[in-house]
């Protein structure tokens, strides 16, 4: 939802009269045994009831991290555009080796009628954006297009601003590792992670890691905190020395460019859409899976590499993802 909602405050910034057009998903209420639990039946549903409303916009955009939830743009028979997160392919990739078998099941069932959903609506697109590097190589597989450009996400750097070099520098003597999102996604490989802290807990005894979204099921082990949904999660990076994202797959990570602006440094396994901004603004560090541990052990025991990606971070995301930029971006992705 961050993504369709920074496209419409960025329309209304520009004078647009933005209207979302969707359908809840049954998982966020509504009865347990339904067909519209059956992802491709729901999309399918869902493209013909939107349909009527998509033909009569002045403007239809599908922005979205799935372009699955784009179906009624390409029934309505109107020119419309794309910004996509990721793909069908990428994003199964990433969650069904963390799936049980019968749920890998029942989700690869829908998978191929989604699959060509994707496919029309990507194809069918006059102008399409994707929101990374890695997406942009994923759409543009998924479509057969050379044409497809980059919307970067943006991030509210004055927001997620960095706490005090003091307190930031307690934080790393601990060391305090931040993780954010949802526990039991199988993409965000919490699993990972819980079993890197464990090793990392028996060279810094007194490191801690705090989850900060919905808290998995079991209860957190020695160290760690399930913090829990939270109203803001700017004031959570605030209080970490070093951000952890073990992700299988990401699109972009808004969560962990939130926390470059916030001057907290990233520690990322490879997983797509993080890669490139890591790199490229010196912020983070992308590290193999298996050696996740001894890389928070390594930048936990050198403060001074850990304060230069500290302080790369917030330059990088107010010069590549402001929100004045993205602004602009979109005005002219609207006016084409």
């Not at 999660?233 to 073990?246: D, G, N, Q």
């Not at 990233?266 to 790199?279: A, K, N, Q």
Request: net charge positive; glycine share 8%.
């Amino acid at each position: 939802m961050a993504q369709t909602q920074a496209f419409c405050t960025a329309a209304r910034e520009l004078g647009r009269e933005p209207v979302l057009l969707s359908q809840p998903h049954p998982g966020l209420g509504g009865p347990r045994f339904s067909w519209r639990r059956v992802e491709a039946l729901r999309q399918l549903a869902a493209a013909r009831e939107l349909e009527p409303a998509a033909r009569e916009a002045r403007s239809l955009w599908v922005a979205t991290s799935l372009a699955q939830n784009g179906g009624a743009a390409p029934r309505s028979g109107r020119p419309y555009g794309c910004w996509i997160g990721t793909t069908i392919g990428a994003e199964w990739a990433g969650r069904s080796p963390g799936l049980s078998p019968s749920h890998r099941l029942a989700a690869g069932a829908s998978r191929p009628v989604l699959e060509r959903i994707e496919r029309r609506v990507l194809a069918g697109a006059a102008a399409l954006y994707a929101t990374s590097p890695a997406s942009l190589a994923e759409v543009a597989a998924a479509s057969g297009r050379d044409d497809v450009g980059v919307l970067p996400i943006p991030i509210d750097a004055d927001r997620f601003t960095p706490a005090s070099d003091e307190k930031w520098r307690e934080a790393l003597a601990a060391p305090v590792l931040v993780f954010v999102g949802r526990a039991d996604d199988p993409r965000k490989n919490l699993p990972l992670l819980l079993d890197a802290f464990a090793d990392l807990r028996r060279s810094h005894p007194g490191a801690r890691l705090r989850l900060v979204g919905a808290p998995p099921r079991a209860s957190a082990p020695t160290g760690v905190e399930a913090v829990g949904v939270v109203a803001d999660v700017a004031v959570e990076l605030r209080k970490a020395a070093l951000f952890i994202l073990p992700s299988r797959q990401e699109g972009f990570c808004i969560a962990a460019a939130e926390a470059l602006a916030a001057g907290v440094p990233v520690i990322s396994t490879p997983c797509g859409g993080p890669e490139e901004m890591l790199r490229t603004s010196g912020g983070g560090r992308v590290v193999h899976p298996r050696g996740l541990a001894a890389a928070i052990a390594e930048i936990a025991d050198d403060p001074n590499s850990a304060a230069a990606m500290r302080s790369a971070g917030p330059e990088y995301v107010r010069r590549v993802h402001s929100p004045d930029r993205f602004r602009e971006f979109v005005r002219a992705a609207l006016d084409d």
